[in-house]
Structures are given as structure tokens and as C-alpha cells.
């Protein structure tokens, strides 16, 4: 490639020394003048000479003063400035020797009839070329779609210029190009829209400033072209780029110093502008000759040669053949360049100009061809590309429908309207086409596919079951690679009791069957559309034992085998359709196999880094499964531990009964023997439910009120009449699931601590409803049972404003729970951190239970007034249903009934 440094030198100084030639030979044509010639006037009318000799208006511009002095096409000429005109030549030499500015008069014959128009004569602005309507149109069309093709452009390189030094200088690129196109475009709009502002108003110093501005961004571009070409070609040849690159600057600074040194106080009127054509015109395609030349050479010496008929072979070898009719265009047509009156001249300077689009176009592809692009450049590609189409097709349309209803004088808003939905119909299934190709030029398969494994390993910390996890796997897999089909094999979990996900499927007994130590372990398949023939797991069962011990990958494509799978093992993964056979590694040994069949794309084979995004996934996949086994596990550990809790807390609660009733019987047994037989009996039925109910959570309220009623009917015995007792529960909530001694023992509370601290006794009502608390609005299951006693109170509750009203126990703070009825002990006030100061061990058992059980700590509540008492709210919401053992399981209440 060193022939290729030599080639760049040649290139580029051949390049500048030719552009050079029309800046001297302008700047010799400027020596000893001390400013170029004043700007011509133009009458803004293309004259046609008749047979006759008569000079007829073929073409005036709607917006130019010709116009606005009412100048019409087909109009005469009789005289000009009061003297007859029959040569058009001499017409327009009369007609330019006028100075800019100044109005004169035209004698028209039109319909039979002389008119005398007044027209104020203009300078024609620089570019811009009126005197063909073909031309003029040509011109609007082409820069409307340059300026759309620059717009994309642009979209696609800013983004990237903060990350890639390719981005940056094709930034700069675009921006001068754009700089060009852009004021170009704004200049016909305005002519073509309000016409050419007068002289002396500021839209005219916007206008022509609009003219400078795009006069130094067409005079950049080519440097910048060059410049960048340069560089990028001897980069990618393994070489620092040249210094003697800086020469493209040249030509640009050698024409700013002819034109400062000529004309200081005015260097961009419109007669400097026009006199800068011809060289900018060389110079413009002698650079994009040098550029598309070096692309072609570069791609023709690089080891290896780049392929014949690529984008860039092409696009490149098709922009030389442009620049190059272009340049000997220039310099046949320079020696009579005239681009005021000639419109051959305007058709070549337009042409010129718009050469830039192509250059911007496979700057705009190599840009992206070295740097990733994401959605939002996808979604902005789509946009533009569509809405700047449906702008094109409705004006292009609109024109045409225009154009022949207005010859016919026939109303075409109709047609209008049809014609807009059409265009909606037909560029909604564009958009959608676009954005999919979109997607597929802008990001490769392997950016895809390294795209969507992030996007998965980021929501596997979602996935909570092992089924799930093998099933989404699969999938996003299959998806990502674009593979006909893909199995996973993950062991599943011995101590695990998840649910079973959808698409996935635990094995067991037959289909469990593995070898060696795989044996009694099951496993759980997650599946990406299966096809014929089935890779099965009689299939997996017999290639897993040489997989696991080997730990490699089996590849269909030896490129990237590294298994040494027996041969009929081999063979028989192919003829099931199994491309690529990858172990996952887990703690030790592999924990599973991926399986997928081959890619849906024709021809297209599974590589190194499709291997390699394949790894990284495995060792993510094992990370997630060791997971969700210790999750499992600790499940698993959690519901143990909550049942012995639970059973620890019965066992508090019981010894509590037999104490208080075994004092009862033994203060009766010698003055009252038959109470005491009955109390016996009482306290039996409630041994034998105790039993019966074993390690249940929850029991149906008719059980547990049966329960309350034996309880009150021993606390009757000892309290006599001092006790009175009313219990209310509907029939309709009596299979109502309710913790089981959550009941009994707030009225073990409130007979203990409330009635019993009560002189002359009192009253202890238990009724169960239907709730209406805030909390579970617009759940009509939810239950409240309420235990009221007339006892002596809580004091720690009561009222501190003195105005009677009764106190609700609130969470004092994030430790403490709000739960409680009755009034306790001084000796039952152990307190715990969690726990208001006068809970005792009854209460605590309880509101833990209730704790563990609904996941909630708002489910008792506390009022209590002095000489009242106290009222307490068991708020029962349904029992939870993933909880093992809280169902309601049906104790027959004749246990509890026989008394």
C-alpha cells in the first residue's frame, strides 16, 4: 500500500493546481480594476423572435416584477424605453445596460390593443435562474429532495459525531453542503412564494445574505470532501494521513483572496456572486473527480481487493463519470459563460450543485457502516423518509390534478380529497416497510441478537420460576438468532415446589430418566417452535452423558466444533435437526443442554460470535438457576419455620385454657359438683377440638363461635349472673374462614382483664358482619368480628382531650402493630420492641399469627373509654389461597357440641 501514498500526492496536487486555473485566469481578467463589473439588469421575460420579426413574451415569471407591472405571456413588444426592438439580442443588451433599480417602460400590443406597463428592472440573483420555467421547476424539485437526502443525513451522523472521528468529519461535511442546499432552497421558496424582495428591505439584505451563506458552504464542501477522503483512505491503508492534505484548501483560499483584494467593501454582490461561477464550477468538479478516483484506487490496492459491483464501487465509479462531463462541460462552455441569459449555462450550474447529494450520500453509508445505531435513529429514518415522501407525491400530485382540472374548468376538490386518502392508504403499509428495512440496514444480525440476550438478562432477575426461566430462554434465543427451533434442557430443582410455567414442563418418571447420577433427577424443557423431526428427550438422554462429561460445544459447522461427540451421536443430532448443541455450566458440572436447529436465512451459519454471545448467555442462565434453587430452598425453609412458629403459638395458648379452667372445677368441685361435672365436660369438648384441628390455620366461624361459647360457658360458672353473654353470627358466615383462637382468646382478654376488674360484673357481646372498612372498600368478603366488653377499659387507650370519645389504638411507629382488646396484667406486660407496652403473650400470639398469616398489620384494631369499656375489631379479609394450610378444612362441630 505504499504505492498508494505516491497515488494521494499525485491525486491531490493534480486536483488543486487544476482548480487553480480559473482563479487566476478570473483574478487576471479583475487586474487593474478596482471592483468587477456592475451586475446587469435582467426584465425577468424570455423573448421569442417571430417569423415576422416581432418579439413575443414566451415565458415572464409569475413572481417578477415583469409580472407585478402586469407583463403577460404573449405579449408584443412594440417598444422598449420608446424605441422599437426586432432582435432579441439587442433587446437584452438594451435591456442590461440599465442599471439595477430603475423602471422603464414597455409599449405591448396584446389582444389587439397597446398597453404601457412600467417595469422596474433587477439585477437577477446569483444561482438562480427565472428564465425557464423548466428549469425554475427543476430546480425547486431537486433542491427540495437534496435538502430531504441532507436532512437524513444529518439526523444520522449528529448523534454520532461525540463518539466516532469518521462521524465528526462527515458532520462537517454535511454541514457545508447542507449550508449550501439549504439557503438555495429557502431563496427559490421565497421567489417562488412573495417574489424578489425589493432592494432597499430587509427581507433583501436576508436574501442576499442567504446568498453569501450558500455561496461559502458550495465553496467548502469539495475542500472538506477531499480533505476527509484523504484521510479516511490512508487510515484504512495502515498509513498517517498526509500532511499535504491540507492543500484542498487551496483553491477556496486563493478565490477569497482574489475577490478580497478586488472588491474589499463589497465581496459578495451579485456582480462579484455571478463572476465566481465558472471557477467554483471547476473547482467543484475537479475535487469530486479526486475523491470519487482515490475511493475507486483504494478499493482496487487494498488487500483484499473490495468486490466488484459493491455500493461503494459503484456509487463511486458512477459520481467520477458525473464530475467528469461535468468538468469538460465547464471548460468547453467558459469561454462564453453567460449565466444571467443563457439557460444552458443555469441547467450546468444547477447540475453541478446538486453533485453534492451524491458524495453525501456514501458519506452518510460509510458512517454507518463503522458506527451501531440504535432504535431511535431507525424510528427517525422511518419518519423522515415517509412524511418527506407523502410531501413529494401530495405536491407532485396536486400539481398534476391542478394542471389538467385547470385546462378543463372542471372542480377537482373532490378528486383532491380521494387522492389524499389514497396517498394515507398507501403510505401506512410504506411506513411500515420502511421501518423494517430500516432495521435490518442499520443494525447487523449479531447487533440484534447481542441486543436482545441484554435486553433478557436484564428481566431475568424477574422470572421466579424455573419453568419460566427455560421457557423465556428458548424463546428470546430462537428470536434472537433467528433459529429454526431451539430446546433447553435445565435439571430442575429437587427441594422446589414452584408452579409450573406455560410452555415448559417438568419431567418425571419415564421421561426423568437419566444417566448415572441424572437418574432420579428431573428435568424441565423450554421449547421455540419445535419442528419435525423432534429433538426428544429419549434424543437428549443419549448425547447428555458424553456432553456433561465433556463440558464443550457440538457444532454442525466443524468451524467451531470443539466436541468430540462419538459419530452416530453426531449423526444423529443432524438428521434431528440440531445445529449447534451448547452445554451450560454450572457449579462443577453442566447443569443443562441448549439445542437449536439451524437459521432460518439460507446458507447462514452459527460463527464465533454468535458461540461467544451463546457462552455468556450459559453463564448467565446458570447464575439465574442457582437463584431460583436457593430461592426455592428458602421457601421451602420459610413455610417449616412458619408452621413450627405457628404450632409454638398454640402451644402458649393452650396451657392458658387448662389454667384458668382447672381452677374453676377445683373451686367447685366440693361446693358445686355438678357445675363442676358440666365444666368438665365444657373444657373436653374444647381438648377434643384442639385436637381434631391439629396444626390448622384457619377454622370456619361457626367453630370457632362454638369454641367461644364453651369458653364463656366455664367463665359463666365461676362469674355467675355478673357474666352476661350474647353471640350473633348469620348463618351466612358461618363456613367463613377465621384464625383459629383469634376469637377466643380477645374474649379470654376481655373476660380476664375487663369484666373481672369490674365490680358487680358485666357484659361481653362477640357479632360477626359483613365489613365496610375504608381499607378493603369494595370487598364485600372481607368479615369483621367485634368482641365488646362493659369492663373496666385500657387505660393506656383512653381519651386525652376529656371529651368522651373513645380512643382507637393507631401504629405509634414503623415497630409498632396496631392489635389488641382487654385490658392485661402487670405481670403479662413483656413487651417486645414491636409490640404497644401493655400486650401480653396472649395478645402478641395472636397479632403475630395474624401477621404471618395475611401479611398485614392492620387487621386489629383498639377503641376504649373509661366506665364503657373496650372494644376490639378483628378485621377477617378471605383466607390467602397460595398458603398451603389455609384452607378451611370442615371439623365436624358435633365434637364440640357434645356437653
Known amino acids: 500500500?505504499?504505492?498508494?501514498?505516491?497515488?494521494?500526492?499525485?491525486?491531490?496536487?493534480?486536483?488543486?493546481?487544476?482548480?487553480?486555473?480559473?482563479?487566476?485566469?478570473?483574478?487576471?481578467?479583475?487586474?487593474?480594476?478596482?471592483?468587477?463589473a456592475a451586475p446587469r439588469s435582467t426584465d425577468w421575460v424570455r423573448w421569442t423572435q417571430q417569423d415576422g420579426g416581432a418579439l413575443v413574451a414566451g415565458y415572464v415569471h409569475p413572481s417578477s416584477p415583469a409580472a407585478q407591472a402586469g407583463l403577460r405571456t404573449g405579449d408584443a413588444l412594440y417598444m422598449f424605453s420608446y424605441r422599437p426592438y426586432r432582435d432579441r439580442d439587442t433587446l437584452r443588451q438594451a435591456v442590461a445596460a440599465v442599471p439595477p433599480g430603475e423602471t422603464r417602460t414597455f409599449h405591448v400590443l396584446r389582444d389587439g390593443r397597446f398597453e404601457r406597463l412600467n417595469v422596474t428592472l433587477t439585477a437577477q440573483p446569483a444561482f438562480l435562474y427565472p428564465l425557464s420555467p423548466d428549469l425554475w421547476n427543476f430546480s425547486l424539485w431537486s433542491f427540495g429532495f437534496a435538502a430531504f437526502f441532507h436532512l437524513l443525513g444529518l439526523i444520522v451522523v449528529a448523534p454520532l459525531a461525540r463518539r466516532s472521528r469518521r462521524a465528526r468529519s462527515s458532520l462537517l461535511l454535511l454541514g457545508a453542503s447542507s449550508l449550501w442546499v439549504f439557503s438555495t432552497l429557502v431563496r427559490l421558496l421565497i421567489m417562488e412564494t412573495a417574489g424578489l424582495p425589493e432592494?432597499?428591505?430587509?427581507?433583501?439584505?436576508?436574501?442576499d445574505g442567504l446568498a453569501v451563506a450558500g455561496t461559502l458552504g458550495w465553496g467548502a464542501f469539495p475542500a472538506l470532501l477531499l480533505h476527509k477522503v484523504v484521510c479516511d483512505t490512508q487510515e484504512?491503508?495502515?498509513q498517517v494521513p498526509t500532511r499535504w492534505r491540507f492543500a484542498a484548501h487551496l483553491p477556496l483560499?486563493?478565490?477569497?483572496?482574489?475577490?478580497?483584494?478586488?472588491?474589499?467593501?463589497?465581496?459578495?454582490?451579485?456582480?462579484?456572486?455571478?463572476?465566481?461561477?465558472?471557477?467554483m464550477?471547476?473547482?467543484?468538479?475537479?475535487?469530486?473527480?479526486?475523491?470519487?478516483?482515490?475511493?475507486?484506487?483504494?478499493?482496487?490496492m487494498a488487500p483484499p481487493p473490495a468486490p466488484a459491483g459493491s455500493w461503494s464501487d459503484t456509487g463511486g465509479a458512477f459520481l467520477l463519470l458525473c464530475a467528469l462531463a461535468a468538468a469538460a462541460l465547464v471548460l468547453g462552455v467558459v469561454p462564453f459563460f453567460d449565466p444571467v441569459t443563457n439557460a444552458a449555462t443555469g441547467w450546468l450550474v444547477v447540475?453541478?450543485?446538486?453533485?453534492?447529494?451524491?458524495?453525501?450520500?456514501?458519506?452518510?453509508?460509510?458512517?454507518?457502516?463503522h458506527v451501531t445505531l440504535g432504535g431511535l435513529l431507525t424510528r427517525a429514518f422511518t419518519y423522515v423518509a415517509v412524511l418527506g415522501a407523502i410531501f413529494f407525491a401530495f405536491v407532485g400530485g396536486y400539481t398534476i390534478i391542478d394542471a389538467y382540472f385547470g385546462t378543463t374548468g372542471m372542480a377537482h376538490h373532490v378528486v383532491v380529497g380521494l387522492f389524499v386518502?389514497?396517498?394515507?392508504?398507501?403510505?401506512?403499509r410504506l411506513a411500515r416497510r420502511v421501518r423494517l428495512y430500516a432495521s435490518r440496514f442499520f443494525a447487523t444480525e449479531t447487533e440484534r441478537a447481542r441486543a436482545a440476550l441484554g435486553r433478557f438478562q436484564e428481566q431475568m432477575r424477574t422470572i421466579l420460576t424455573h419453568e419460566a426461566l427455560a421457557q423465556q430462554t428458548a424463546a428470546v434465543v430462537g428470536e434472537a438468532f433467528q433459529a429454526r427451533s431451539v430446546r433447553l434442557f435445565l435439571r430442575a430443582a429437587t427441594d422446589a415446589d414452584d408452579d409450573e410455567g406455560d410452555g415448559a414442563r417438568p419431567l418425571s418418571g419415564d421421561d426423568a430418566r437419566g444417566d448415572g447420577d441424572d437418574a432420579s433427577s428431573g428435568w424441565i424443557i423450554g421449547t421455540h417452535h419445535p419442528e419435525p423431526p423432534y429433538f426428544t428427550q429419549q434424543h437428549f438422554e443419549r448425547v447428555w452423558p458424553y456432553l456433561r462429561r465433556e463440558g464443550r460445544v457440538w457444532a454442525r459447522n466443524p468451524e467451531i466444533r470443539d466436541s468430540t461427540l462419538p459419530e452416530q451421536r453426531a449423526q444423529m443430532l443432524e438428521e434431528r435437526g440440531v445445529a449447534l448443541a451448547l452445554p451450560i455450566a454450572g457449579d462443577g458440572e453442566p447443569i443443562g443442554l441448549l439445542a437449536m436447529g439451524g437459521k432460518k436465512k439460507r446458507g447462514a451459519l452459527y460463527d464465533?460470535?454468535?458461540?461467544?454471545?451463546l457462552r455468556f448467555l450459559a453463564g448467565q442462565l446458570a447464575l439465574a438457576t442457582e437463584r431460583l434453587d436457593l430461592v426455592a430452598r428458602e421457601r421451602t425453609l420459610a413455610r417449616a419455620s412458619a408452621r413450627a412458629e405457628l404450632a409454638a403459638l398454640r402451644a402458649q395458648i393452650n396451657p392458658h385454657f387448662l389454667f384458668n379452667a382447672l381452677n374453676t372445677i377445683a373451686s367447685l368441685i366440693d361446693v358445686q359438683p355438678e357445675r363442676a361435672e358440666a365444666t368438665v365436660e365444657h373444657l373436653s369438648a374444647i381438648f377434643r377440638h384442639i385436637l381434631q384441628t391439629g396444626s390448622q390455620s384457619f377454622v370456619p366461624l361457626e367453630e370457632e363461635f362454638t369454641l367461644v361459647r364453651h369458653y364463656l360457658q366455664i367463665e359463666q360458672v365461676r362469674f355467675g349472673d355478673a357474666l352476661e353473654v350474647q353471640l350473633d353470627l348469620p348463618p351466612a358466615l358461618e363456613r367463613y374462614a377465621a384464625p383459629a383462637f383469634a376469637v377466643q382468646t380477645l374474649v379470654e382478654n376481655a373476660v380476664k382483664h375487663g369484666i373481672a376488674k369490674q365490680r358487680g360484673g358485666g357484659r361481653v357481646r362477640v357479632t360477626a358482619r359483613r365489613s365496610r372498612s375504608s381499607a378493603d372498600a369494595g370487598d364485600e368478603r372481607a368479615v369483621d368480628v367485634t368482641v365488646d366488653d362493659s369492663g373496666a377499659g385500657i387505660p393506656a387507650l383512653f381519651p386525652s382531650s376529656g371529651d368522651g370519645a373513645p380512643a382507637e389504638r393507631e401504629r405509634p411507629s414503623a415497630h409498632e402493630r396496631t392489635r389488641g382488646s382487654g385490658s392485661l396484667s402487670q405481670d403479662e406486660t413483656r413487651q417486645e420492641t414491636s409490640h404497644p407496652p401493655f400486650y401480653g403473650f396472649g395478645l402478641r400470639n395472636v397479632a403475630d399469627r395474624l401477621e404471618r398469616l395475611y401479611e398485614r398489620t392492620d387487621l386489629l384494631r383498639l377503641s376504649s373509654t373509661p366506665d364503657e369499656g373496650t372494644t376490639a375489631v378483628l378485621h377477617l379479609p378471605p383466607a390467602p389461597d397460595a398458603e398451603g394450610d389455609a384452607q378451611v378444612q370442615t371439623a365436624p362441630p358435633e365434637a364440640l357440641r357434645r356437653v
Do not use: N
Open 1 to 36: 500500500m505504499k504505492r498508494f501514498r505516491y497515488v494521494t500526492w499525485v491525486v491531490l496536487a493534480a486536483a488543486t493546481l487544476l482548480a487553480l486555473v480559473p482563479v487566476g485566469r478570473l483574478a487576471s481578467e479583475w487586474a487593474g480594476q478596482r471592483a468587477p
Open 199 to 207: 432592494a432597499t428591505t430587509s427581507a433583501r439584505q436576508v436574501f
Open 236 to 238: 484504512a491503508a495502515g
Open 253 to 279: 483560499l486563493a478565490l477569497g483572496a482574489v475577490v478580497l483584494s478586488v472588491a474589499p467593501t463589497a465581496p459578495f454582490r451579485a456582480g462579484v456572486l455571478h463572476a465566481l461561477v465558472a471557477p
Open 281 to 300: 464550477l471547476l473547482y467543484t468538479c475537479c475535487f469530486v473527480v479526486a475523491a470519487a478516483g482515490l475511493v475507486l484506487v483504494y478499493l482496487r
Open 351 to 369: 447540475t453541478v450543485q446538486l453533485l453534492s447529494t451524491g458524495p453525501v450520500a456514501l458519506v452518510t453509508l460509510a458512517t454507518l457502516r
Open 421 to 428: 386518502i389514497f396517498l394515507l392508504a398507501v403510505f401506512e
Open 608 to 613: 464465533r460470535t454468535d458461540l461467544d454471545l
